[in-house]
């Protein structure tokens, strides 16, 4: 009897078993399903994040180079304005601007201004091609004999420190640029001073 009982208890142990084994294996490969589903979801999401960010940085990429762009378009727009500008500036210059026909070295006694063919007068805008540079000329002055080239490259046009080097003498006209300087009297062509590099810098129109 005691047996018989102790088998049956064996019998319903395994089934029992067996049972819950046969349960619990859905719930495993369930479980194990959802991982793998959420594992791929993960995946996909994250695959979803780097293209967006990748999307988002090239845009912005975009947005800095056509800002360059726009930036350097109008720098170009600007610098052809000023170029146009300073053109049509010289060009107006040049049609409202007239040289002597000869430029002249004159003293006091000459008028100054454009000379002509009919007019001659001593230039007044006469400028040297060798230093670049503004001939200044002072009435009634001559040059002192101690006067040289270092002393007119360091102190031309200030007249403060040029007067020492200043004589008086009624009608002379006293010229000078940074390289060269001549004491003149008598009115007489540029050209007859060989060692003169002074051409006439232009009149404007009146």
Known sequence: MADDIDDLLDEVDQKFIQRK????QPVNENASGNRKRFNKNRSVTSKSSRLHDDDELSKMIEDICSVEDESDSEKRREVKKLTEKKYVTKQQSLECSKRCYQAFLGGTRSFTGLATISSQRACNQLRCTACDFRVSYYDDYEWHQRSNYIFFRNNMPDFEKIRVNLIRKIGTRAYA?????????????VDNHTDLKWVCGRHLKL
């Open 177 to 189: 640029c940074q390289c060269s300087w001549r004491s003149i009297t008598d009115l007489a062509p």
């Open 21 to 24: 084994s046969t349960k619990a």
